[in-house]
């Protein structure tokens, strides 16, 4: 059936169809979905990714984010529609200068980027050295004298870095009031340090504090467990980097269109040196957890459709009245989701500390390849239609199908 086809004559969760919808021809999901993992400086990315959506009039009304994603998630659910862009903007040329003195100029900076690969390695180092040492403005400054030379600071001080600058960078771009006002459906993941439960800190179920978005960015050993209600947490990707399950877990059931904006690449080049190892193991470690999630939600809902289609053979008298029958319609669902996965593809000259590399170059060009993927993808609007398959279940993602389709013409 064409997508066009598909418009119904409202949306009965998500209101009136806007130009932008009809001009897409995007299907009745009752529910869109922003989706974003960690990643550190690489999370520049998303911010291209969520302007490429607001470009073309797709509207987020669940965001969900986990460590730096958590934070993205902050400046957008935490600002009107028509300044969430420039707020991403000034978020991220904050958090992109050194801690003290001033960022290179991006001109000159970029100008000696562009003499090749080496010099951008060389740049980049020197970047990532600059973090370590210095901090970053408006993020996370070192703690001095260092915690390794104290044998006892408590756990909110047991961390190289203090991240009282970011609970201010929060508070002076986020309305908190307009994040727990209900306009969006927002939640972020962390962890407990005493018993080690994965946490998802949801504004339908209580109000939404500058702690909790920097709790589920708090990775350990560099920054410090977040103080919560007597509970101590720690950054989210220590248990699951995506909080896709947590989007489509969520009841009542919702036809949903994803969009997961994954900061790491389960294809990668083999590694020819130690460097390219270390980068190696950080990329195949946090990707495989998000296509271990994506792959159990898919068969979940694939079982869901089998219970839905079993149960139209079954009379009427027993679904209502047998245990188990009445059990398989609780499971059953006739719902659709569709996972767009935008994942961001590191560069030639990147190195294992691409995710501390916070420079204003290298963070224009993250967004820039945010901005170009999902611009790509939406360029055919078949991606975003509702699936039809047995499952329920579809996923897409622009450059393995890219790489799929070079296989088939070779």
């Known amino acids: 059936m064409p997508i066009k086809a598909q418009i119904p004559q409202a949306i009965a969760a998500r209101g009136k169809w806007s130009e932008k919808d009809r001009e897409l021809g995007l299907p009745p999901y009752e529910t869109i979905a922003l989706v974003l993992q960690g990643g550190g400086a690489l999370g520049a990315y998303q911010a291209g990714v969520f302007q490429g959506l607001s470009e073309a009039g797709i509207e987020p009304d669940r965001l969900s984010g986990i460590s730096i994603g958590a934070l993205n998630t902050a400046i957008i659910a935490g600002n009107p529609p028509e300044k969430r862009i420039a707020r991403l903007v000034e978020f991220w040329e904050t958090i992109c200068q050194p801690n003290l003195g001033l960022a290179p100029n991006p001109f000159i900076e970029q100008s000696f980027f562009n003499l090749g690969d080496a010099v951008r390695q060389t740049m980049s180092a020197l970047s990532a050295a600059s973090a370590v040492l210095d901090g970053q403005k408006g993020f996370f400054k070192p703690r001095f004298p260092s915690p390794a030379f104290i044998s006892s600071s408590g756990p909110g001080h ?48 209580i109000a939404l504090r500058p702690e909790h978005f920097m ?26 980097n995506t909080p896709l399950s947590d989007v489509l877990n969520t009841r009542p059931r919702k036809d949903t269109l994803v969009f997961q904006v994954d900061l790491w690449s389960a294809r990668g080049r083999l590694p020819a040196n130690m460097s390219e190892v ?77 995710d501390y590399q916070f420079d204003l170059a290298t963070m224009r060009g993250r967004w820039a390849s945010g901005l170009q993927d999902i611009r790509d993808t939406l360029a055919q609007p078949d991606r975003l239609a509702m699936p039809d398959n047995d499952a329920g279940f579809v996923t897409h993602d622009v450059h393995r199908e890219e790489i799929e389709q070079s296989m088939r013409h070779d």
């Open 158 to 205: 047991a961390s190289y870095y203090d991240t009282s600058p970011l609970k201010e960078t929060l508070e002076r771009l986020c309305d908190f009031d307009r994040i727990n006002s209900g306009e969006l459906h927002v939640s972020v993941g962390a962890v407990n340090v005493r018993t080690g439960n994965f946490n998802y800190f949801d504004n339908t179920k």
């Open 278 to 354: 270390s980068d190696r193991i950080k990329e195949i470690q946090y990707s495989s957890r998000t296509r271990l999630v994506t792959e159990h939600l898919r068969w979940t809902q694939y079982l869901r459709h089998v219970l839905l289609n079993v149960l139209e053979d079954v009379p009427a008298e027993a679904r209502t009245s047998e245990h188990y029958c009445k059990l398989a319609q609780e499971l059953s669902s006739s719902k659709h989701y569709n996972v767009v996965h935008l994942i961001y593809r590191d560069k030639p000259y990147e190195q294992y500390y691409k």
């Open 215 to 240: 709790a589920s960015g708090a990775l350990p050993p560099a920054f410090p467990a977040i103080e919560i209600d007597g509970e101590y947490y720690w950054d989210g990707g220590l248990v699951s």
